[in-house]
Nanobody, 125 residues
Framework: VQLQASGGGLVQAGASLRLSCAASGRTFSYYDMGWFRQAPGKEREFVAAVSWRGDSTYYSNSVKGRFTISRDNAQNTVYLQMNRLKPEDTAVYYC???????????????????WGRGTLVTVSS
């Protein structure tokens, strides 16, 4: 499956952004989808994930209550609505896909074989 993330940009703290990830190549609805991010000088970290059916969502503690992941299987797209952005949210954001798998591993980047190229989000203070 091919993934293309978009929607990043430069915003001030407290602002909102919505990231999109368009998928093509395989049956999108069979795939769990995740968002990960990597800040400069830091390791990649899990942000959010949504199950293939869209009925389960998962978030890291650092974004819970501020970010919302959703998917539109008809449009083969997954979204990440980011509200109340903070400077520490600055990172390259990547979307990732995997065939539906164990719910215990949603936050494990190594279980996602398909990755998009990333979109940069910069939050100024």
């Amino acid at each position: 499956v091919q993934l293309q993330a978009s929607g990043g940009g430069l915003v001030q703290a407290g602002a909102s952004l919505r990231l999109s990830c368009a998928a093509s190549g395989r049956t999108f609805s069979y795939y769990d989808m995740g968002w990960f991010r990597q800040a400069p000088g830091k390791e990649r970290e899990f942000v959010a994930a949504v199950s293939w059916r869209g009925d389960s969502t998962y978030y890291s503690n650092s974004v819970k209550g501020r970010f919302t992941i959703s998917r539109d299987n008809a449009q083969n797209t997954v979204y990440l609505q980011m509200n109340r952005l903070k400077p520490e949210d600055t990172a390259v954001y990547y979307c990732a896909a995997r065939r539906a798998a164990s719910t215990s591993t949603y936050n494990a980047g190594g279980t996602y074989p398909y990755w998009g190229r990333g979109t940069l989000v910069t939050v100024s203070s």
